[in-house]
Each structure stands twice: as structure tokens, then as C-alpha cells.
């Protein structure tokens, strides 16, 4: 899919939201737009990040410091724990 296939496929979702979740997506939107709110992990992918670094942890090419420093350098504005 290519940028204008996405593009017309994220318009075609927003047209369908009702006003209620619309108001609650363009808020959203317009925060990470802004570089005011930082993306934040839901649940479900913490724990799966969790998961995958807890397993095989002796086989690992890099610890988990390694990979939180180099998360953190390649995106700023996640949170981590």
C-alpha cells in the first residue's frame, strides 16, 4: 500500500467515526502531530515486549539495556518502564 492508498484509507475510517470518537481521535492525532503527548505503549505490546525479552534471555545478542538504549535513542518519545 502506498502513501496515497493509506492516506485514502485513513479518510475513508475518519468519515465513518461517529462525533464522539472523532473528537477523541483528532485530539489524539493533533497532540502526536504536535509533539505534545509521546506515543505510549498499550498494555498488550509492553507485555509482549516483555515477553520477548524474558525469553532465552542466555541466547540474546543484546541485553535488555542494550535494546532499551537503543529504543530510546531511535524513538524519543516512547515511555518506557
Partial sequence: MD??????????RISTLDDRRFEKIYNEMI???QNRKPYQLTNEESFAIDQALE??????KLSKQ???AES????PNLIFK
Fill in 3 to 12: 502513501i496515497t492508498e493509506k492516506i485514502n484509507e485513513l479518510i475513508k
Fill in 31 to 33: 497532540d502526536i502531530l
Fill in 55 to 60: 525469553n532465552n534471555e542466555s541466547e540474546r
Fill in 66 to 68: 542494550q535494546i532499551i
Fill in 72 to 75: 530510546r535513542a531511535k524513538y
